[in-house]
């Protein structure tokens, strides 16, 4: 078992900026990959960004490119989510996943482990 733990959320500005963490403990040498996903209200949940957990490489979806960055620190177990610029459609509640096969970045389905999520709320 894998466990996920999320946090960083919290209510800010059009055109601010936010980093969300995801610490992972218990069986982690069996992850490969980690995502975020979000979901806002009366939506599905959708894809936000991966990354490959050895080898670093990042996917993201087309609405978040270029203003979002998916980062991890290797040593602390921990994958983060850098949010520049982010807008009231951004606003949601972001989930930190994370899955031991190499296939589908960007499908929740391929997932193994979910954290409990942590709100992101865009508001003037």
């Known amino acids: 078992q894998v466990q996920l733990v999320e946090s960083g959320g919290g209510l800010v500005q059009p055109g601010d900026s936010l980093r969300v963490s995801c610490a992972a403990s218990?069986?982690?040498?069996?992850?490969?990959?980690m995502g975020w996903f979000r979901q806002a209200p009366g939506k599905e949940r959708e894809f936000v960004a991966a990354?490959?957990?050895?080898?670093?490489?990042?996917y993201y979806a087309d609405s978040v490119k270029g203003r979002f960055t998916i980062s991890r620190d290797n040593a602390k177990i921990t994958v983060y989510l850098q949010m520049n610029s982010l807008q009231p459609e951004d606003a949601a509640v972001y989930y930190c996943?994370?899955?031991?096969?190499?296939?589908?970045?960007?499908?929740?389905?391929?997932?193994?482990?979910w954290g409990q999520g942590t709100q992101v709320t865009v508001s003037s």
């Open positions: 996943a994370a899955g031991g096969g190499k296939f589908s970045y960007r499908m929740k389905s391929f997932y193994d482990y």
């Open positions: 218990g069986r982690t040498s069996s992850i490969y990959k």
């Open positions: 990354i490959n957990w050895s080898g670093g490489t990042t």
